[in-house]
């Protein structure tokens, strides 16, 4: 037994941590920002992908073919959750024939959970829209509301890998002390701007709004996932003219047109913002996203 014990250590010793042939946790998300969490609280433990890029629309990530093959092979599938992915992943999990990663299963990690929505619809007839059924999916949009999110990943990994409990554990709580450090400097640059109203293309900002004391006025669109009408357009250039609204957000994934005629007509300030890293240059994680929209929002309000 004590000879076993020592051939293991010196294994060890002579390999690294990993034992030779530990394969990694095979963990594919729907979004960037979620593959940054699972990779920074896996760190060598995990494989990641994600199927999103970060310049598509949250609700309807193009499908390919190799995302079946890379879901078929997965441990783990992370979502947002909410219904947020319902255009594309359902029928990508029912193609992938993988029973680990369906919904209800232990691979199925919806980050939603102990996330409560905002503006969850009164009733479910799709009246308020068809892309967001079960209330605003776009939580990760606020820091503080992205933690439960890295906690939710976090316990899906130790429970797939409980031998790895301790990095985990110190890989998330290192990640959460990053960004409750990193909030402290977001809340002080937007803090000037407390109240400041603002509209945006798609509804993706009323978590970011209430968390740095903004004001979401409403979108572009008529309502989420429905295309704007000329009277809607109309009323908001009215509405945002009558209360000196001064900034137009538009999201990677829709047409310049509109938003730009809006902020034209207004005397507002157009800026493009990510919803996930990798939607503009340079924000690869969701940190350098974060600083990416507070900088542009503030050097936008500041002019
Ligand atoms: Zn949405």
């Not at 939710?152 to 002390?177: G, M, S």
């Not at 603002?198 to 740095?212: I, N």
């Amino acid at each position: 037994m004590k000879l076993k014990l020592l051939l293991v250590m010196l294994l060890t010793v002579a390999f690294g941590a990993l034992p030779v042939h530990a394969a990694k946790i095979r963990v594919v998300t729907t979004l960037t920002d979620l593959a940054d969490f699972t990779r920074t609280v896996g760190g060598d433990f995990v494989e990641v992908r994600s199927l999103a890029t970060g310049i598509e629309d949250t609700h309807g990530v193009p499908m390919k073919p190799s995302f079946v093959s890379l879901l078929n092979r997965a441990d783990l599938v992370v979502l947002v959750g909410f219904d947020c992915e319902h255009a594309f992943l359902p029928a990508l999990l029912e193609a992938s024939k993988n029973p680990r990663i369906q919904l209800g299963k232990p691979g199925y990690v919806d980050c939603s959970k102990g996330v409560t929505p905002v503006d969850v619809p009164k009733s479910t007839d799709h009246s308020e829209g068809d892309v967001h059924p079960y209330g605003n999916p776009h939580y990760l949009l606020d820091p503080v509301l992205a933690k439960i999110a890295v906690q939710n990943i976090c316990a899906a990994l130790v429970a797939t890998a409980p031998e790895h409990e301790a990095e985990f554990v110190k890989n998330r709580d290192a990640y959460l002390t990053t960004l409750d450090a990193k909030m402290v400097g977001w809340q002080s640059e937007l803090a000037p701007f407390k109240g400041t109203k603002f509209v945006s293309y798609h509804e993706h900002w009323p978590y970011f709004a209430a968390r740095f004391g903004l004001v979401y006025h409403g979108t572009i669109e008529f309502k989420p996932g429905v295309d704007p009408t000329p009277r809607h357009i109309e009323s908001l250039i009215a509405e945002m003219k009558a209360e000196h609204i001064p900034l137009v957000v538009r999201e990677p994934q829709f047409p310049e047109k509109v938003p730009a005629l809006i902020a034209k007509q207004t005397g507002a300030t157009l800026v493009k913002l990510p919803i996930m890293p990798g939607g503009v240059p340079d924000t690869d994680t969701y940190i350098a996203e974060m600083d990416y929209i507070v900088h542009t929002v503030a050097g936008a309000l500041k002019k």
